[in-house]
């Protein structure tokens, strides 16, 4: 998809986020809606364009509903968090493109239900961090539910071969840093 679809398709999703907001407060449960809401989306270019307030000769031709995104976001009325989200990672992916093996047995649990999302969650901010550097993952790592979870490493998306041509998955608990080294 383009990067004004999924600016579009964000707009939508914050106005979702927004409503289901303003539902949580109106039933008493403001505490679970103290932080802004974060959105995970694929795109880099429509995420740079809900986070920042440019005008591009990409978005210039987005018309001005599609922009609500712009207003819920930090800049704005700080309801809603855009975070990048890559495909090894986004369940979405499943639904909408055709997937490697790896991903498809990685992110299947959580999609059937054998899986707490929040752990898939928590491994996005993990990876984040590691990409970031820990520059703006501490407001993210806020706002995911819940007490903490160990999180269960997923093999990497691309599997070294052993000998026969047979893939080499990394174990269960070990860190982001030894499957890089794998890698």
């Excluded at 679809?5 to 039933?27: C, D, F, G, P």
């Excluded at 752990?119 to 901010?125: G, Q, R, S, V």
């Excluded at 995911?144 to 269960?152: A, F």
Aim: positive net charge; charged residues 25%; hydrophobic residues 40%.
């Amino acid at each position: 998809a383009t990067a004004a679809n999924e600016y579009m398709a964000l707009s939508h999703a914050s106005k979702h986020a927004v409503w289901l907001r303003q539902i949580l407060t109106e039933i008493g449960l403001s505490k679970l809606v103290e932080q802004p809401t974060v959105i995970f989306a694929d795109n880099k270019t429509a995420n740079q364009w809900a986070n920042d307030d440019k005008i591009t000769a990409g978005n210039m031709w987005i018309l001005q509903c599609y922009h609500y995104v712009k207003e819920m976001a930090q800049e704005g009325e700080n309801l809603v968090k855009i975070r990048y989200v890559g495909s090894r990672n986004n369940l979405a992916d499943l639904m909408t493109k055709g997937v490697d093996k790896g991903t498809l047995r990685f992110l299947a649990p959580f999609i059937c239900g054998h899986k707490p999302i929040r752990e898939l969650m928590l491994l996005i901010i993990e990876e984040a961090e590691e990409a970031l550097k820990g520059a703006q993952c501490e407001a993210v790592r806020g706002a995911v539910p819940g007490p903490p979870v160990e999180i269960s490493k997923r093999s990497p998306s691309s599997p070294s071969k052993r000998k026969g041509g047979a893939p080499l998955f990394v174990k269960q608990g070990e860190s982001l840093r030894k499957r890089q080294k794998l890698a």
